[in-house]
């Protein structure tokens, strides 16, 4: 079976604009999760789906961020108004275990966003 | 909260020659660790992870990680590097109960030369 993808795989975005990230996971998993890895550093949370809930917004890094996941699998990373500082590559992963229990994620391969 | 170090930016190593990347973590129960690789332009591939039971833990390409729960460390090693496992290693730690977020370190890069 096919792995987390994302699309676009790149993005270029004049500053002010709104983009739209898209992560199609693995078939069935449950959960699924965004994190934003800037130049140089480790990937760090922004949100985090169990189906179509969002359970955890908590690292979403201002109200220009928004993510959805409508019908409990593609999920939409959406940001408006894109600053400079919102360049970095953004990684979706799912996992098929709901809450409890033993789990791993699987990475897609990123977008990577450039604001000019 | 939980929090990852990973102390060595950048490592280089010849060759055959033995690999160990280094890793604390602060969490105060039971975490789960996992290490991950990323080469240029990919996503993060999982070598290897621990949730319980034996602390010395097998992975992909021939990498192992021991847990030692008194050093709060959970080291990533390699007998013998080849050239292709030059890449971006990243250590990440998550909570024992629910599926929750990693968190990762920095990560070391690892430059391997002939």
């Known amino acids: 079976g096919a792995g987390v993808s994302q699309s676009p795989r790149y993005k270029v975005a004049k500053r002010g604009q709104d983009v739209a990230l898209r992560c199609d996971p693995i078939?069935?998993?449950?959960?699924l999760f965004w994190y934003q890895q800037a130049l140089g550093q480790g990937p760090e949370f922004l949100t985090y789906?169990?189906?179509?809930?969002?359970?955890?917004k908590s690292g979403l890094p201002s109200d220009r961020f928004f993510a959805e996941r409508p019908e409990g699998s593609v999920s939409t990373l959406k940001i408006q108004r894109t600053q400079q500082e919102d360049s970095a590559v953004y990684l979706c992963?799912?996992?098929?275990?709901?809450?409890?229990?033993?789990?791993?994620?699987?990475f897609g391969p990123g977008t990577r966003l450039t604001v000019t | 909260a939980q929090s990852v170090t990973q102390p060595d930016i950048h490592i280089t190593v010849s060759e055959g020659a033995s690999l160990e990347l280094r890793c604390n973590y602060s969490?105060?129960?039971?975490?789960?660790l996992f290490w991950y690789v990323q080469s240029p332009g990919q996503g993060l591939q999982l070598l290897l992870k621990y949730f319980s039971g034996d602390t010395l833990v097998q992975g992909i390409k021939g990498f192992e990680a021991e847990f030692k729960r008194s050093q709060s460390s959970f080291n990533l090693r390699k007998p013998s590097v080849h050239w292709s496992d030059a890449a971006e290693y990243f250590c990440a730690v998550g909570i024992y109960s629910g599926n929750t977020p990693l968190v990762f370190g920095k990560g070391t890069r690892l430059s391997v030369i002939a």
């Open positions: 969490y105060g129960a039971t975490p789960y």
């Open positions: 789906f169990q189906n179509e809930a969002q359970l955890d």
């Open positions: 992963a799912s996992s098929l275990v709901g809450n409890g229990g033993a789990y791993e994620q699987y």
């Open positions: 078939s069935g998993h449950v959960s």
